[in-house]
C-alpha cells in the first residue's frame, strides 16, 4: 500500500522557468516531511525539511510548504537550472516512531532542458 | 568530511552465490539503514540498526541478514542471492532522533543473474 503519493511522475522544463512538485501522503501519525534531490546514479540528499503544521522553508531557489490537515506538500523550484535534472523524493516520517520510520515516495523525475 | 561510504558501487553475482555489501560512516551516527530502491518504488527498508548488536527487521526483511560489530560498520549479507533480489541498495546513518536527516551512501547496484 502507497502512503506517499508523488505527482507528476516526470516533468520536463526550459532552463529557467518554474516548477512545482507535489506530494500527498496518507501516513498516520505524521511527523515530518522532508524533500531529498537525487542525482542519477547517486545518494538521495536532504534539501529541506517540514515539521509544523502550515511550515513554509526555503532553502536558495528551492522552497516548500507542508498542509499536515490535507497531508500535502510542495516543492517549488525557481529559475531553473540544468543542475537541476534529477529524482526529488518526498519522505514522511512517522511521529513517535521507535523505529524512525521513513516513507518514501517514488520520485518526480525532473529534466531541466537547454 | 561528513560521509557514508558504499562497497562494492556494482557486483554482478550469480543466483545461490552469497552476497555482501558493506557501508561505512565516520560521523559516530547511532542509527544506521539499509534499504532498497527498485524502478518505480520509493526506498523499502529492509534493516534498520540503533547501534551495536542492536538490530531491527524493516519492512522486506526476508532474505537478507545484517551485522553491525562496530558503530561506525554495517553489513548487509544476501544467503544464496535471487533473482529477484536484483535491486540498488543504499545505506543511510543519522543520529536518534525523529526529525534527523539520513545521510546517505551513493549506492550498490546488485545484479543476480
Known amino acids: 500500500k502507497t502512503q506517499v503519493e508523488q505527482s507528476p511522475q516526470s516533468l520536463v522544463v526550459r532552463q529557467g522557468e518554474n516548477c512545482v512538485l507535489q506530494c500527498n501522503y496518507s501516513v498516520t501519525p505524521d511527523n515530518h516531511l522532508r524533500w531529498f534531490k537525487q542525482d542519477t546514479g547517486k545518494g538521495l540528499v536532504s534539501l529541506t525539511v517540514?515539521?509544523?503544521?502550515?511550515d513554509k522553508t526555503s532553502n536558495g531557489r528551492y522552497s516548500a510548504t507542508l498542509d499536515k490537515d490535507a497531508k500535502h506538500s510542495t516543492l517549488h523550484i525557481t529559475a531553473t537550472l540544468l543542475d537541476d535534472t534529477a529524482t526529488y523524493i518526498c519522505?514522511?516520517?512517522?511521529?513517535?516512531?521507535?523505529?524512525?520510520?521513513?516513507?518514501f515516495g517514488a520520485g518526480t523525475q525532473l529534466i531541466v532542458i537547454p | 568530511d561528513m560521509k557514508v561510504t558504499q562497497m562494492p558501487r556494482y557486483l554482478i553475482k550469480r543466483m545461490g552465490e552469497n552476497v555482501l555489501l558493506e557501508c561505512g560512516q565516520d560521523?559516530?551516527?547511532?542509527?544506521m539503514y539499509w534499504y532498497r530502491q527498485d524502478p518505480g518504488l520509493g526506498l523499502q527498508l529492509i534493516y534498520i540498526s540503533y547501534d551495536v548488536d542492536s538490530n531491527s527487521e524493516g519492512d522486506i526483511p526476508k532474505g537478507y541478514r545484517v551485522s553491525r560489530k562496530k558503530r561506525e560498520h554495517f553489513s548487509l549479507i544476501l544467503d544464496s542471492a535471487k533473482t529477484n533480489q536484483t535491486s540498488v541498495y543504499f545505506c543511510?546513518?543519522?543520529?536518534?532522533?525523529?526529525?534527523?536527516?539520513?545521510?546517505f551512501g551513493e549506492g550498490t547496484r546488485l545484479s543476480v543473474l
Open positions: 543511510a546513518s543519522s543520529h536518534r532522533g525523529d526529525n534527523q536527516a539520513p545521510l
Open positions: 517540514l515539521v509544523h503544521e502550515n
Open positions: 560521523m559516530s551516527h547511532e542509527t
Open positions: 519522505v514522511v516520517g512517522d511521529r513517535g516512531s521507535a523505529l524512525g520510520r521513513l516513507h
